[in-house]
């Protein structure tokens, strides 16, 4: 079992910078592929950002792409989203989730690899 608590959401202006965290327990942490996930109101829960097991390989929506950066620190156990240049539309509840990826250098691109999910952060984004 993976235990994953966000952290950093709130309201933010437009143009604005937040950084979420994301802090795992329970299990070797470099043992996980971690992805960044959001959901609107309304909306399906789609993959923001994901970074693989050291951190070498990363994966952005294009929507964000130049915008987000998504990192780890696997000495603390803890991902990292950096959201610069916010947008209304980024408005969601953002998750972190957490994928087995032990022996694969590749990332999980697929909402259905990720085993385990934290309770999500709001994020509010106003014009």
């Known amino acids: 079992q993976v235990q994953l608590v966000e952290y950093g959401g709130r309201l933010v202006q437009a143009g604005g910078s937040l950084r979420l965290s994301c802090a795992a327990s329970?299990?070797?942490?470099?043992?996980?592929?971690m992805g960044w996930f959001r959901q609107a109101p309304g909306k399906e829960r789609d993959l923001v950002a994901a970074v693989s097991r050291f951190g070498v390989n990363t994966y952005y929506r294009d929507d964000v792409k130049g915008r987000f950066t998504i990192s780890r620190d696997n000495a603390k156990n803890t991902v990292y989203l950096q959201m610069n240049s916010l947008k209304p539309e980024d408005t969601a509840v953002y998750y972190c989730a957490a994928a087995d990826y032990r022996g694969r250098s590749t990332l999980p691109v697929n909402t259905l690899r990720y085993e385990y999910w934290g309770q999500g952060t709001q994020v509010t984004v106003s014009q």
């Open positions: 329970g299990q070797t942490f470099s043992n996980y592929a």
